[in-house]
């Protein structure tokens, strides 16, 4: 079979299952691609991600990853909402969960579909395999990009014609030699909805993002406690932030996920806030199974969660949030203790660090204490 045929039987095979779009990559990445993901990491931009630092090398040269790689087949698989994607934001006493954490963990429901194309592939041809997706470092947006996939939009993110900003990615690195499908060019034009739409101004520029500054970077991979100056622009996001996504003009063309695994769970579309400040770690990890929301970590989320109900103004979250003073972990006392502060009169928050604040030892809970009632919070 020549080369046309193999990659029409791995299209065709890719779409039954469940794979919306297909395309072939070379293996090298363009100078500039490496140039600016090392200016990226120079400048910080990064954060806390450290492992993208660690294993930088590797994800400038996919070779790294497995020198006998000869082909990339680059696959891309929708995850529309069926609803609105920010209806539940700013809802009253509810949290807002990113798009794609709403179904089952995206690394599982796609990797899962790799492997069997994997497969596939290697008893269809005379080549072996080997599959990515997301935890892997490989540069994935400008590999689905160089396989026509899409391009990288003003957010960074990938974009499609057909697709919108809905796509989560994967790969196949194959021995097979494979012609590339050629790159798709970019058509965001003077558009700049995805830059204006962010809350905390996170792009410094088009097509350079600040993760110090994007929310879904803040609620998921941050460690520590929310800078104080970026809280309040959180609003009522618990989990991600699809602000930059969501106003994408080229969504219009998108159809809902096809893949019922990527459906959201009801549960997950405006979960009360109160209910999820009382999770222990159990709670969570029953509450959250099989959810990508879970590899966050019960402590993380539910400073989340403080930051949401403190960000609400209800004065009848106080009783919940009282109760999270006792918390064993620091970083859920320091969220609730910054939550208080914004919907307590200034005699009950003395009060309340009278009684508390004399037991406790963390210094990132202390300086919450600390931090003057009232304290103006800095513009983003």
């Not at 700049?192 to 500054?213: E, H, K, M, Q, V």
């Not at 969660?305 to 006792?326: F, K, S, T, W």
Request: proline share 6%; glycine share 8%.
């Amino acid at each position: 079979m020549n080369d046309a045929g193999i990659q029409d039987d791995i299209r065709r095979k890719a779409r039954e299952l469940g794979f919306d779009a297909v395309g072939f990559a070379p293996v090298t990445l363009e100078d500039d691609v490496q140039a600016g993901f090392a200016a990226f990491l120079d400048a910080g931009l990064h954060g806390e991600m450290d492992w993208l630092e660690a294993k930088a090398d590797r994800r400038r040269e996919p070779r790294a990853l497995w020198p006998e790689v000869r082909s990339v087949i680059a696959l891309a698989m929708s995850y529309k909402p069926e609803d609105g994607a920010l209806d539940s934001l700013g809802a009253s006493g509810v949290g807002h969960v990113s798009v794609y954490a709403r179904g089952r963990d995206y690394h599982d429901v796609v990797k899962k579909r790799l492997k069997a194309l994997g497969r596939w592939i290697c008893e269809s041809s005379p080549g072996d395999v080997k599959v990515f997706v997301d935890t892997a470092p490989v540069m994935e947006k400008p590999i689905a990009m160089h396989a026509g996939l899409g391009w990288q939009g003003k957010h960074t993110n990938l974009v499609s014609r057909d697709h919108g900003s809905w796509l989560f990615l994967g790969e196949v690195f194959t021995t097979l030699d494979l012609p590339g499908s050629g790159g798709e060019s970019d058509h965001c034009g003077n558009c700049r909805n995805c830059l204006d739409a962010c809350p905390t101004g996170a792009f410094p520029a088009p097509y350079r993002i600040d993760a110090r500054r994007c929310i879904s970077y803040l609620t998921i991979e941050h460690k520590g406690p929310i800078p104080h100056e970026l809280r309040p622009a959180i609003g009522n996001r618990i989990y991600g932030c699809d602000d930059c996504l969501a106003a994408c003009p080229w969504n219009k063309f998108a159809h809902a996920a096809p893949v019922a695994e990527m459906r959201a769970r009801p549960e997950l579309l405006a979960p009360p806030l109160a209910e999820l400040a009382g999770l222990d770690d159990a709670a969570f990890r029953a509450l959250f199974t099989k959810s990508a929301v879970k590899r966050v970590g019960r402590d993380r989320f539910v400073r989340n969660v403080m930051i949401a109900l403190g960000n609400a103004g209800d004065e009848g979250a106080r009783e919940v949030l009282c109760a999270r003073l006792e918390d064993e972990s620091p970083l859920v006392r320091g969220a609730a203790i910054w939550a208080l502060s914004q919907i307590v009169p200034v005699e009950d928050f003395e009060s309340l660090r009278g009684r508390h604040r004399s037991a406790e030892r963390d210094p990132d809970v202390l300086a919450e204490w600390d931090v003057p009632f009232g304290a103006p919070v800095l513009a983003c």
